[in-house]
């Protein structure tokens, strides 16, 4: 037992976690376009996070991809692989993997929390561009169950540092 708070390497996948559970705690709105909680960006929309801002920025502040990579990356090029960030998974689906849904196309992402939940930002999809209407619709950064809460779950990613 320890007197002071535990400290995560922020390589880790539980420090991944962890920065997702704060922003679930903070109820930081899903905007569509969002890639960051706190500065609108585009520029022409409310500060919030979609679901890919939801990953990379989170990834962003552990220092395991460089400040701006959400702002090049969709779901859609995160499950293509994202310049080598992520590899499929074939040993069996583990915290802090990436769930990717969408068919045909990949359009939506969420980070593995435990076996039965997964967290990140949802709830709304492209119309949802105000934070009165994430709050209207319960769109935000949450966890939900199961992993396939969405009929077209079509696989999972690990990021290459943690294979």
């Known amino acids: 037992m320890t007197d002071g708070p535990v400290c995560l390497p922020p390589e880790s996948p539980l420090?991944?976690?962890?920065?997702?559970?704060?922003?679930?705690?903070?109820?930081?709105?899903y905007i569509f376009g969002g890639k960051d909680p706190s500065n609108p960006t585009p520029p022409n929309r409310e500060a919030g996070l979609d679901c890919s801002g939801c990953v990379t920025w989170a990834l962003e502040q552990l220092g395991i991809v460089p400040e701006g990579f959400g702002l090049m990356h969709s779901a859609a090029s995160l499950w293509e692989g994202a310049d080598g960030l992520l590899v499929p998974v074939v040993d069996g689906v583990r915290?802090?993997?990436?769930?990717?849904?969408?068919?045909?196309?990949?359009?939506?992402?969420?980070?593995?929390?435990?076996?039965?939940?997964?967290?990140?930002?949802?709830?709304?999809?492209?119309?949802?561009?105000?934070?009165?209407?994430?709050?209207?619709?319960?769109?935000?950064?949450?966890?939900?169950?199961?992993?396939?809460?969405?009929?077209d779950l079509v696989g999972y990613r690990r990021l290459a540092q943690w294979a």
């Open 15 to 29: 420090a991944f976690l962890s920065v997702l559970s704060v922003l679930v705690n903070h109820a930081v709105p």
């Open 95 to 151: 915290e802090g993997d990436l769930a990717f849904y969408g068919r045909p196309r990949v359009d939506h992402v969420m980070a593995v929390f435990d076996s039965t939940q997964v967290v990140g930002a949802s709830g709304a999809g492209a119309t949802c561009v105000t934070v009165a209407e994430a709050r209207r619709l319960g769109a935000c950064v949450h966890y939900r169950a199961p992993h396939a809460y969405r009929s």
